[in-house]
């Protein structure tokens, strides 16, 4: 299993992985992504802020990171943090726990740029990811009602469950 900054090449990979991840959200859940800008993802990519999780040389994960979420974290924005969005394993891979290896990642990758926290959102009222993510180690900090500017067109009209772990 390797981590590896995804690259240009890997764009219609990770676009598909997002498309069954609406699939299966709307098998799931009574919301589901809206789709993703192309020019936003190919940022990512340029920034290495969209990485994936490869077993043989196949895709099996794909996950973005930022280290800014102001509308989100508000105030706590100004802490020094790495944000996980959009993780998505293939179907394939499915039962595997890639969150609990992205949390393994996530700490190494905190160390080597002297960040506090690993955290992440979800819809406040998602009780199976909100439980998943406690499991995976992640501190439950509460539902907010996130600044709508600037986000994807899901966020509208929502509230986010919070999440961290605290490094130091």
Known sequence: MTFQASTINDIDSIFQFYDMAVE?????????????????????IAENRQWKISINDEIACVFAITFEDKSIWKEKNSDKAVYFHRIVTHPKFKGQQFVKKIVDWGKQFAIEKNLDYLRLDTWGDNTELIDYYQKCGFEFLGIITPDYNGLPKHYDGITLSLFEIKLN
């Not at 299966?24 to 990512?44: A, P």
């Open 24 to 44: 299966y959200q709307k098998t799931k859940f009574n919301k589901h992504w809206q789709g993703f800008e192309l020019e936003l993802v190919k940022k990512e």
